[in-house]
């Protein structure tokens, strides 16, 4: 068995203009003042990694790896999460998802497709020369308008919509492959590959992609009502990355899992700061040790009621008592007779005349 990593930070919620949250080594020294060992990156802001020049340079992420060491953390991953989102943009969303865009793209959904794809094939360059082995994403969404099966669907327009979408990420996983990383797409609503029969179809669609993993991340699931444990057990395999976030789900007469158009505070499910909700956390770190996952426990901090910063400085303390450093021995084997295979045989009465 391997122990987990962390606890570290995702830090896409908690960057701002203002210090300390306005730079790589600001947040880094905020971080590791917290109690985190490890900080989760989005691309997307020069001030925090300049993903154009990271992607040539080796000695640029040599020495953003150092200055980043200085402060007392290391980077465990890099987030393409809103480039990846803009991958595969339905038209109902095109406006909405704009703002995801450089101006110079926006308006012009084949440009920000070409963008989006480009800038997540630098990450993966990246990633190999930080020395990251995983890399999360959005998959982007051309069917989730049509999540609910009215008007009646057409026959064969999930098939082309996952076809479409393998065809856009084949290039980009084929690209990953070459520099040595895992392209971790996170399991969630608002994604075409929002569950486990969802990463299945799109799994199957890109040919079983060795490249092809899963960012864990339970809260979704509560929200969807779907078991969490469970998926753990059917896709361990492909799980590679863990935010560790927390949420709850409250069934009421109003409303239900589609949320009645509420905010957040009132929806029946809703992302709570860590053991705030209502996730067996210490079910899944048992599951995740029992599997042998050896990534990162990263804190993704999403609540409606608690302080954010309140929130990173519990998270912090919560993830390191939940990981388990995992035994190198059994409990029991004080009692062990010290038997042989002679033995064995012996004790099952193998080796009795008329056994062969």
């Not at 989102?85 to 793209?105: C, N, R, T």
């Not at 040595?180 to 486990?196: A, F, K, R, T």
């Not at 009645?260 to 860590?274: C, K, V």
Request: glycine share 8%; proline share 4%.
């Amino acid at each position: 068995m391997k122990t987990l990593k962390g606890p570290a930070i995702f830090l896409a919620q908690f960057m701002d203009d203002a210090e300390p949250f306005n730079n790589i080594e600001a947040m880094a020294r905020w971080a590791a003042d917290l109690g985190f060992v490890g900080i989760q990156v989005p691309i997307g802001n020069a001030a925090f990694i300049d993903v154009a020049l990271a992607a040539e340079s080796q000695d640029y992420c040599d020495e953003l790896k150092g200055r980043v060491a200085t402060c007392g953390v290391q980077i465990t991953e890099l987030s393409t999460h809103l480039e990846g989102q803009l991958v595969a943009v339905h038209p109902a969303y095109d406006e909405l998802f704009d703002g995801f865009a450089p101006a110079e793209v926006r308006g012009n959904p084949a440009a920000r497709t070409i963008w989006a794809t480009q800038q997540v094939k630098l990450a993966a360059q990246a990633s190999a020369r930080l020395g990251l082995t995983e890399q999360v994403a959005f998959p982007g969404a051309l069917l989730w308008p049509m999540v609910y099966p009215w008007p009646q669907r057409p026959a064969g327009l999930v098939e082309e919509g996952f076809a479409e979408l393998a065809r856009r990420w084949r290039p980009i996983l084929d690209h990953c492959d070459e520099h040595g990383v895992n392209l971790c797409y996170e399991i969630h609503p608002g994604e075409d590959l929002h569950d486990g029969v969802t990463f299945e179809r799109f799994l199957a669609a890109v040919d079983d992609h060795p490249r092809c993993h899963i960012l864990y991340d339970p809260s979704h699931f509560v929200l969807q009502q779907l078991d969490y444990l469970a998926f753990i057990d059917h896709y361990h395999e492909r799980i590679k990355m863990f935010h560790v976030k927390d949420a709850e789900y409250r069934s009421n007469g109003r409303s239900g899992v589609y949320g009645g158009y509420q905010d957040w505070l009132e929806r029946p499910g809703r992302f709570r700061s860590l053991g705030d909700g209502q996730i067996d956390f210490k079910a899944i770190f048992s599951k995740l040790a029992g599997y042998d996952y050896d990534g990162w426990a990263v804190l993704e901090w999403e609540c409606c009621l608690k302080h954010q910063q309140d929130g990173a400085r519990e998270g912090a303390a919560f993830i390191r008592d939940h990981i388990i450093r995992v035994t190198d021995k059994a409990f029991d084997d004080f009692a062990s007779a010290g038997t042989d295979r002679a033995a064995n045989r012996r004790i099952l009465g193998l080796d009795r005349e008329g056994t062969s």
